[in-house]
């Protein structure tokens, strides 16, 4: 999930194109959900080890690609920062997404959140491989406008 506004997105799909599956918690801070669903009775015969996998596939074909599941952070939350960049021109949901893909797919984000709404984008990252800079050079080069401070840091509010 990238943005506040998306929660309910993912509900109303949920609802009307997922019915093998129960969406029984969001939490958006952390880019988790939580889903309830029979792996024998919705992928019969295959290994447990595909479930991850399975749902991706089927959460991504449901929503054509905005929604999708990956593993849970495998190192303590000490390794991760969360790093706050403000833009502008960021007028809808279309826009949101394009920024969220143009950081998301950077090694060391975990997760991001964008608000065309705050004119925010969130993203937690691990510092040890990625930082503030290669965002705002991945948003910059996609056509965002990035608010930055004159020492050439990203705004902050």
Known sequence: ?????????LR??????LPKFTLVETDFMNAEITVAFDPA???PGEKPERELELLNNTL??????????????????EAYVTVE????????????????RLIEQIPGVETVHV????????????PARTDAA????????GGVEVQVQGDGEPARP
């Not at 999930?1 to 997105?9: A, H, I, L």
């Not at 991504?60 to 939350?77: D, E, H, I, L």
């Not at 960049?85 to 969220?100: H, M, N, Q, S």
């Not at 608000?115 to 691990?126: D, M």
């Open 85 to 100: 960049i403000l833009v502008a021109g960021l007028d809808c949901k279309g826009c949101e997404l394009g920024a969220y």
């Open 12 to 17: 109303a799909l949920f609802g009307e194109k």
């Open 115 to 126: 608000s065309f709404r705050s004119g925010k984008i969130l993203a937690v990252i691990e």
């Open 60 to 77: 991504r074909n449901a929503s054509r690609g905005t929604f999708g599941v990956k593993p849970r952070r495998s190192k303590p939350a």
């Open 41 to 43: 009775q919705t992928w």
């Open 134 to 141: 290669k965002l705002v050079a991945a948003l910059k080069q």
């Open 1 to 9: 999930m990238f943005s506040e506004e998306r929660v309910q997105d």
